[in-house]
């Protein structure tokens, strides 16, 4: 199997039927499982998209999602290009011309509004994120943003090199695994980032062939060390022109000779050699570990991961039939399945915002989301988040509670497009929100414990639930809710 580091929780308990794994689910379709799907092949969903998908079959709802209609991504606002900025502060001087009390000053300048512009564009794909009409799309782009790996600022990534690496992430969403990576290798964002824009015939830089292999498509022990200096010099001769910031091959720069890479030989250039990767079974074997870990759960079986191995090999690495089988499966829809994923900051913050039926994300999102230990665009090393149980560490959970408290009494929870309609009796209000945020996953105890809270049981200095106090006592007994173990998990 790939060694790929999900650094999750462990495979769920039970076992695997791996020769009905794959086939279509049959079973009952509740807002049960259309809540599962729209969690797994998005960012969860309100009452009311819940209720549209368990209207369709659990067949119609996956196609909903996966045949997503066109939602092209407007530019983000602010959006700062600070190639532009140097060039026009400069008013056509060479920057030796210039003062060293100057270059400072524009350097620190130009750092904060970097700065300012990544903050605007996480606000815009979180808008995104929520608001999309193509959730897939979305949760395909945090995928391949945490697959293939690059951070804002470093090493001279602009914004605008940012913006469209994700825009990249999002056009190829549900397309050609073998034709993304092509792309995304010459992309300057991940040139400059792993050094591959310094990659010359002369003096060949390894860092990016390495990560391309053990990172992004075979996994360690799959590759020698030969095969990184072979593949290094099949890429030289890519660079970013610094006063434009685009990509451009130079073959001047390029090592034209021949080249042994993982058992074949050629005049290879970097199309050649994701094309050899891309023949290999350990490389289907890696995204189907991968793709697993991330939609259905942890540390899958063998068996589960031949079985979609294969899938993948069988329609040449695109990713739409791949992901419209395993969508609709057995193994998905399975008791296994259900809840056993860790949600991510990104899909906590914009599920709380789901559930609550809400169609603007909170002003406290992206400092929550830092607390909680995921900033986009700015993931820890080039291996991405870790994931899993590295999300709800003691102070990580307390993180995620501060945030679902904040949020409940926020300005924004005015516009819950749910909350206004719950009962006015506590246990009939105590189950709506159970069923309206988690789909009636929470215990006897805990159910009449939130009915207790909503009609002040136990606490002398709170009254019965009423006109007067239910704003105040519906959002925290929704705070009460989301706090449930439950809602941790996708």
């Known amino acids: 199997m790939a060694n790929v580091d999900v650094a999750g929780i462990h495979r769920p308990t039970g076992s695997l039927d791996a020769a009905d794994a794959l086939r279509p689910y049959g079973g009952p379709w509740n807002d049960r499982w259309a809540a599962h799907l729209l969690r797994r092949a998005g960012f969860g969903g309100s009452p009311d998209d819940i209720r549209a998908l368990t209207a369709m079959s659990a067949s119609d709802a996956v196609s909903s999602l996966v045949h997503f209609p066109s939602d092209a991504a407007p530019p983000p606002p602010d959006l700062f290009d600070p190639i532009a900025y140097v060039r026009e502060t400069y008013g056509g001087r060479r920057p030796a011309d210039v003062g060293a009390d100057q270059k400072r000053a524009i350097g ?103 990560e391309l292999m053990e990172l992004f498509t075979l996994g360690v022990d799959h590759y020698s060390e030969s095969d990184v200096r072979e593949a290094a010099r099949a890429w030289s001769g890519w660079t970013v022109y610094r006063r434009s910031g685009e990509a451009s091959f130079v073959g001047s720069r390029h090592d034209g000779g021949s080249k042994t890479f993982l058992g074949k030989t050629g005049n290879f250039n970097g199309d050649d050699i994701v094309n050899v990767i891309f023949d290999r ?34 329609n040449d690495y695109n990713l739409a039939p791949v992901l419209s089988t395993v969508l609709r499966s057995n193994v998905f829809f399975s008791d296994r399945a259900y809840r056993a994923l860790v949600k991510s900051p990104a899909e906590f913050v914009i599920g709380a915002h789901k559930a ?39 102070q990580m959970v307390i993180s995620r509670q501060n945030f679902v ?9 005015g516009q819950s497009s749910w909350l206004p309609s719950v009962p006015l009796k506590a246990q009939s209000a105590a189950q709506a929100l159970i069923a309206s945020i988690l789909q009636g996953d929470a215990s006897p105890l805990a159910s009449a414990q939130l009915a207790d809270y909503l009609n002040g049981t136990g606490e002398s200095a709170m009254g019965m639930l009423s006109g007067e106090n239910r704003d105040e006592r519906v959002r925290g007994a929704a705070y009460l809710t989301m706090a449930m173990p439950a809602f941790q998990l996708a």
């Open 108 to 210: 620190k300048d130009v750092r904060k509004q970097e700065r300012q512009s990544i903050l605007s564009m996480q606000a815009w794909w979180l808008d995104r994120m929520l608001n999309s009409r193509a959730p897939l799309q979305e949760k395909m782009a945090l995928y391949f943003h945490g697959h293939f790996t690059s951070a804002a600022i470093q090493k001279g990534v602009t914004p605008p090199m940012v913006l469209a690496q994700n825009q990249l992430y999002r056009q190829n969403a549900l397309g050609n695994l073998r034709d993304l990576t092509r792309s995304v290798s010459k992309d300057p964002a991940m040139l400059l980032y792993l050094d591959n824009a310094l990659n010359v015939a002369a003096h060949p830089n390894e860092n990016y062939a390495r």
């Open 281 to 314: 079974p350990e490389c289907a074997t890696f995204f189907a570990t991968s793709l697993i870990n991330y939609f259905v759960y942890n540390d899958p079986e063998p068996q589960l991961v031949d079985a979609v191995a294969a899938l993948i090999r069988k």
């Open 356 to 394: 609550l039926g809400l169609a603007k994300v909170d002003d406290s999102a992206q400092r929550a989301m830092a607390a909680m230990g995921q900033v986009l665009f700015y993931p820890p090393n080039v291996a991405g988040w870790p994931g899993g149980q590295n999300w709800v560490t003691s």
């Open 405 to 413: 408290a904040g949020l409940v009494t926020s300005q924004v929870i």
